[in-house]
Structure formats: structure tokens, C-alpha cells
């Protein structure tokens, strides 16, 4: 229920500045992070404020009963929207991008690839890329954690989604990289800026994809994989129709990127945090000697883990690795004697509404216990995923992945923060710290 209907008041755009022709804020909101753009200004103006991005109109919302009015109204009153050069990279045919009943169509052919059937069978191979990580930071003993995190998972990815094994050492993951730095970039298309860059990868990437696909048709080998790829080379639309080719090359490429980063990003934060943490660290232990599990890491165990639970609960919380999500204004409507006019952009934060005092007790304090006894309105303003009908897809692979990886490494490895490094945290792409997390890592 909007304001207009509780309290018969006339609604006006929200407080804020437009700042200067055409720029509008966005220098401040490139140069700060938009973390920090936000947090200042819903300082001085409350949960809802408007600015100006290049142009474009903006609203920022923070806070449970925001956050929920624009997450419940998808297709309503907002729709999914995102950076701009971001849109072009990723692809109009991609889930991501994909609104209305055909977000809907391909989201339920998706959900297969996260059932728990198949999470249960990608038990192992994560166990065993997870594994070989391990030994191989054992050998280096000192390294810069988040970059070799980001191999980490983008292995993973390249294994779960295409088939690809040590992805990230191929000539798909060096293009990779490449098309990612222009994911949250603001430069224009010009050869030499990022996105000039991003887009020849993205054409090579999708003409390497093109080649697996062709093999896999040729040899009558689709069956064989239970990877993304095979699901949607089978998979049919509403009409019984296959998928384009551009298609199922886009949504590949939307996995391979919402698998990779965010993911690293955690993990990274996971081993920060306790690396700062010590005591949380020990209980950890206390309780994987507690468990004594000789076997693999099948779901039934890991959902023994009831207080590493709670670990990866708080610290999706502290630093979640998407600081919040876009929308935009499909028809005008109003919240909290606030216009929000159509076609303005709307933006939801993740990471102030997890900082909301009121919401989380002692919000800066990494405490896991918080979620012993967290109330109703603490559990609905927990949002690491989004929420509404775009609630991220992969959740349930996210957690799965997280909670391997920590097992494995809480049982068997020691890590301790090198001196003289840079741990604050960096807000883009995903939230990391500044010198890439170095630490000194070893076998117990």
C-alpha cells in the first residue's frame, strides 16, 4: 500500500540534488563508490533521496519497508534495469536482462540446474576443485587471497556451466577477465577504453562457445554433461521451441559472470573476517571436531553445520557481495509521501539496510549469534540475494559453494593477515580488500 492510500497526502519527488547539467552527482558517485555516495547523502536526506547519474534521474532507497515496497512491485510498478554497460556486455537474450513472462519462462528452465538433485551431485566436484586450491596455496604459503579466488571460482564456473576444466587458465578465462573490467565501467565504446576492450572479448568469447556448443551437437554428446550448457541446449520455450543460439551463448555468459564474482568476493570476506576473528574461528573448529564426519561432503553433512551456518549467514550480512540492485520506474507510484516518476531509476540498497541499527543490533559487530533469535523484520531485511520474483537464481549453488569451501579449509588449514596491507574494503566490482587480502597460509 503506497502513502497516497494510508494518508490521502499529495506525494513530491524526494529530498535530494540533481547536482550539474548532464553529469548530474556522478563524478562524486564514481570517485567515492557508490556505497559511500549513498550512505552520506541518506545521512542528510533519510531512506529515500534522488540524484542525478549522467542524465539520468535517479532514487536511492534504504531500509526494510523501502526496499520490500520496490523488491514486491516487480512488473508492477519497477523492472529490472542495470548499468548501461553492463546491458550491452552481458546481452538482451540473458537472464539477467530478460523482464516480464519471458524472465519468468527461462528462470523456471534455469531452476533445474539448482535443484537439489543436482546440487547434490556437484557435491564432489567442488570438494575436489576446492581441494586442489588448498594444496596449491600450501605450496605458495603467501599469496594475495582474492586474486586467487577469483581463479577459484571462475574454475568452478567454467566446470559447472560448460564442462570446462582449470578454466581459468585458458584462453576463455584470460578473455574473460578482460570482458569483465568493463562490466561497471562508465567509458564510452572506443577501442581503447574498457568497453571497446570488453566487447571484442565478448565476441570471442561467444564464438569459443559457439565452437563447444557445435561440438557437443556433432558428436551427439549433449546428454553426457549435466552442465548449464547441455540443460539449455535441450531446453524449450513456452512454445516448444529450442533456444537461439544467441540465446543460450548469453545466458552461458550471464552464469559464468553471476557464479564468479560475487563468489570470490565472499569467500574473500569469509576469510577476513575470521582471519580478524579468532574466537569465531575456534568455535568453528569446535564444532567440525564435534560432527567428526569421515565421509565426503554430501548435503546431509553439510546441513550439520548448524553454527558455520550461522558464520556464512553474518558475513554475507557484514559485506555482501552485491551492495544492492537497479530498477526502473514502469509506472508512477508513490511511497512515503515520495514520487517516484516513470522512467527514473531506481536504486535498492543491500548494504545500508543490513548496517540498520534498529534492524541488526550492534550492526558493525561480526556476531553470528545475532541469528540465534533474529526477529521477523531483522529476517525479511536480510537481503545478500535481492529479493521478490528476481531473488537470485543460484542462491542455494552460492551457499552450497561457500560452505564446502569453508569446511575444507576450517578442518585442515591455518591463515594469518600479513603486516603493512590495505583491508579496506573496495567496493568494485565486488567488495574486496584494497592490497587483495595477503596472508601466510598452512596445513594444521
Given at each position: ?7 490521502n ?34 545521512q ?65 528452465i ?10 547434490n ?6 570438494q ?18 582474492y586474486?586467487?579466488?577469483q581463479?577459484y ?33 562508465f ?6 577504453t ?69 563468489l ?52 554475507l550480512?557484514k ?35 543490513h ?78 580488500p ?8 598452512k596445513?594444521?
Amino acid at each position: 500500500m503506497t502513502t497516497i492510500e494510508k494518508r490521502n497526502t499529495l506525494p513530491s519527488e524526494p529530498p535530494g540534488s540533481f547536482g550539474l547539467p548532464f553529469l548530474g552527482e556522478a563524478i562524486d558517485f564514481v570517485v567515492s563508490n557508490p556505497q559511500n555516495f549513498a550512505k552520506k547523502r541518506h545521512q542528510k536526506y533519510g531512506s529515500i533521496f534522488k540524484t542525478s547519474i549522467f542524465g539520468q534521474p535517479t532514487i536511492f532507497v534504504s531500509g526494510i519497508e523501502a526496499c520490500r515496497f520496490v523488491l514486491s512491485n516487480e512488473n508492477v510498478y519497477f523492472q529490472n534495469d542495470m548499468l548501461p554497460n553492463m546491458k550491452t556486455l552481458i546481452g538482451s537474450s540473458a537472464l539477467t536482462t530478460q523482464t516480464a513472462s519471458i524472465h519468468k519462462n527461462r528462470k523456471q528452465i534455469l531452476q533445474k540446474l539448482f535443484s537439489r538433485q543436482y546440487l547434490n551431485e556437484q557435491t564432489e566436484t567442488i570438494q575436489a576443485i576446492t581441494q586442489n586450491y588448498c594444496q596449491r596455496w600450501e605450496k605458495l604459503g603467501k599469496f594475495a587471497w582474492y586474486y586467487e579466488l577469483q581463479n577459484y571460482s571462475f574454475d568452478i564456473a567454467g566446470k559447472l556451466f560448460i564442462g570446462e576444466d582449470f578454466a581459468s587458465s585458458s584462453s576463455l578465462g584470460n578473455l574473460y577477465k578482460i570482458w569483465s573490467e568493463g562490466l561497471f565501467s562508465f567509458s564510452p565504446n572506443f577501442p581503447w577504453t574498457k568497453l571497446g576492450r570488453a566487447l571484442r572479448s565478448r565476441e570471442k568469447i561467444l564464438q569459443q562457445l559457439e565452437k563447444i556448443i557445435s561440438q557437443r551437437i556433432k558428436i551427439n554428446n549433449i546428454d553426457r554433461y549435466q552442465d548449464a550448457l547441455s540443460l539449455l541446449l535441450q531446453a524449450r520455450d513456452e512454445d516448444g521451441n529450442s533456444l537461439s543460439s544467441i540465446e543460450i551463448k548469453e545466458q552461458i555468459l550471464n552464469l559464468l559472470s553471476a557464479g564468479h564474482g560475487t563468489l570470490a568476493s565472499a569467500l574473500t570476506s569469509f576469510c577476513l573476517l575470521l582471519a580478524k576473528n579468532p574466537e569465531i574461528l575456534v568455535k568453528c573448529r569446535q564444532e567440525q571436531q564435534q560432527l567428526n564426519l569421515s565421509s565426503s561432503l554430501s548435503l546431509e553433512n553439510l546441513q550439520k553445520m548448524i553454527y558455520l551456518e550461522k558464520v556464512l549467514k553474518e558475513v554475507l550480512r557484514k559485506i555482501p557481495p552485491v551492495g544492492g540492485g537497479f530498477r526502473k520506474v514502469i509506472r508512477k507510484c508513490s511511497f512515503d509521501e515520495c514520487l517516484f516518476p516513470k522512467d527514473w531509476q531506481v536504486i535498492y540498497q543491500i548494504s545500508l539496510t543490513h548496517q540498520e541499527p534498529s534492524l541488526f543490533a550492534f550492526a558493525d559487530t561480526f556476531d553470528p549469534e545475532r541469528f540465534n533469535s533474529i526477529n521477523q523484520d531483522s529476517v525479511e531485511s536480510y537481503i545478500p540475494f535481492g529479493g521478490g520474483r528476481r531473488r537470485c537464481l543460484g542462491e542455494n549453488l552460492a551457499r552450497l559453494e561457500m560452505k564446502i569451501f569453508a569446511a575444507i579449509l576450517i578442518r585442515e588449514y591455518d591463515w594469518e593477515l600479513t603486516k603493512n596491507q590495505n583491508l579496506k574494503i573496495v567496493q568494485t566490482p565486488f567488495p574486496h580488500p584494497r592490497s587483495g587480502l595477503k596472508v601466510n597460509f598452512k596445513h594444521i
